[in-house]
């Protein structure tokens, strides 16, 4: 998991880029405990805040980017049950054809939305 010196960088890069939360870690562990429980759970990729993109993953255990501070977005698989989970969670997103982003922080970063997941 993370440690303190993460977190610590988390917040630097935060606070540099003048970034304004727009998930919590309630919303995040509701999200990933319900992905965990769907038989087959949609994909996903993440954006850290120090600009690493990750490439597409289904392994929603112990590939996450923690600590979760760190997400900028991610984009997850469209699927009917991810979207209605997102949807119920609360998270600020949008959707394209093959794709949900959802916002970790303001102001959105909109780097490579669109892009379809393969």
Not at 89 to 95: A, H, P, R
Request: net charge negative.
């Amino acid at each position: 998991m993370s440690d303190e010196k993460d977190v610590k960088q988390a917040k630097r890069i935060i606070a540099e880029k003048q970034l304004v939360g727009a998930a919590n870690n309630t919303k995040w562990n509701k999200l990933i405990s319900e992905m965990r429980e769907l038989p087959n759970p949609p994909c996903y990729r993440t954006k850290v805040v120090n600009g690493y993109i990750s490439g597409w993953d289904s392994e929603w255990y112990y590939h996450l980017p923690f600590p979760l501070l760190c997400v900028e977005w991610i984009d997850i698989e469209l699927t009917d049950n991810a979207l209605s989970l997102v949807s119920s969670i609360g998270f600020e997103f949008e959707k394209t054809e093959s794709t949900i982003r959802i916002w970790g922080y303001f102001p959105k970063c909109y780097e490579s939305f669109g892009e379809k997941y393969t």
